[in-house]
């Protein structure tokens, strides 16, 4: 089971909080999800280079507050303060119809958020450098973070061979089964020249590092699109 699902969204409400928070009935929880959808990928095209970890969205009434979580806070709010944030919150704005707050939070450790961690490696493959070096290079720099254990799977034709196949690497432990443990999700790909190449990486954090999230009346009714 920890194989086959996204480990996110099995352990959600049990050690992950939803990613979109808000509520809705049944005639508008299909356009909000969509919208959501829409503007994850937008920011995530626009802001391609600011090594954005997590995007949260909350709605209240006519309003939407995306909080963007990136190791490169410099690159999304810009050279003079609010100046590109203010850019961007007008851009959606426009597209959405709705008025849109961002906020910016820095990662601190992108060497063990597993979403940079794998994107990380997909920018060194496109870069032509060897994944097994990559793989390899990006697994010793988690462990000297801290981190309880990392696995990382890439597939594709690998090495520009022609035949796609698979290869991971796994240090520490990564108990995948057990929804109590600390488990960060990451996946990004790669475009070479012999096609896109995937990249999975699960991270087990310490189990004292993060408080288990609580959950009250409020969040248990908030509409998940994780």
Same mark, same amino acid.
């Given at each position: 089971?920890?194989?086959?699902?996204n480990?996110?969204?099995?352990?959600?409400?049990?050690?992950?909080?939803?990613?979109?928070?808000?509520?809705a009935?049944?005639?508008?929880?299909g356009r909000?999800a969509?919208?959501d959808?829409?503007?994850?990928?937008?920011?995530? $095209?626009?802001?391609?280079?600011?090594?954005i970890?997590?995007?949260?969205?909350?709605?209240?009434?006519?309003r939407?507050?995306?909080t963007?979580?990136?190791?490169?806070p410099g690159?999304?709010?810009?050279r003079?303060?609010?100046?590109?944030t203010?850019q961007?919150?007008?851009?959606l704005?426009?597209k959405?119809?709705r008025?849109?707050?961002v906020?910016?939070?820095?990662?601190?450790?992108?060497?063990?958020?597993?979403?940079l961690?794998?994107e990380?490696?997909?920018?060194?493959?496109?870069?032509?450098?060897?994944?097994?070096?990559?793989?390899?290079r990006?697994?010793q720099?988690?462990?000297?973070?801290?981190? $309880?254990?990392?696995?990382?799977?890439?597939s594709?034709r690998?090495?520009?061979? $022609?035949?796609?196949?698979?290869?991971?690497?796994?240090?520490?432990?990564?108990?995948?089964h057990?929804?109590?443990?600390?488990?960060?999700?990451?996946f990004?790909?790669?475009?070479?020249v012999?096609?896109?190449?995937?990249v999975k990486v699960?991270?087990?954090?310490?189990?004292?590092?993060?408080?288990?999230?609580?959950?009250g009346?409020r969040?248990?009714?908030?509409?998940?699109y994780?």
């Open positions: 089971m920890g194989q086959k699902v480990p996110i969204g099995m352990r959600v409400t049990v050690t992950k909080d939803w990613r979109s928070r808000w509520f009935d049944k005639r508008t929880y909000f969509v919208e959808d829409a503007i994850r990928q937008w920011l995530k $095209e626009r802001l391609k280079d600011a090594a970890a997590d995007m949260v969205i909350e709605r209240h009434s006519d939407v507050r995306v963007l979580h990136t190791a490169r690159l999304v709010v810009g003079k303060g609010e100046e590109k203010e961007l919150r007008r851009e704005a426009r959405t119809g008025d849109v707050f906020e910016v939070q820095e990662v601190r450790d992108p060497d063990r958020n597993a979403q961690v794998a990380g490696i997909a920018t060194q493959l496109e870069r032509r450098v060897s994944f097994r070096r990559a793989m390899k990006a697994a720099m988690a462990m000297e973070a801290g981190v $309880e254990g990392i696995r990382i799977h890439v594709g690998l090495g520009g061979a $022609e035949l796609a196949r698979r290869e991971g690497l796994r240090m520490g432990k990564v108990p995948l057990t929804l109590r443990e600390r488990i960060d999700y990451g990004a790909e790669a475009a070479t012999a096609g896109r190449i995937g699960w991270i087990c954090h310490k189990a004292d590092e993060k408080a288990t999230p609580s959950f009346r969040e248990r009714s908030h509409a998940a994780a």
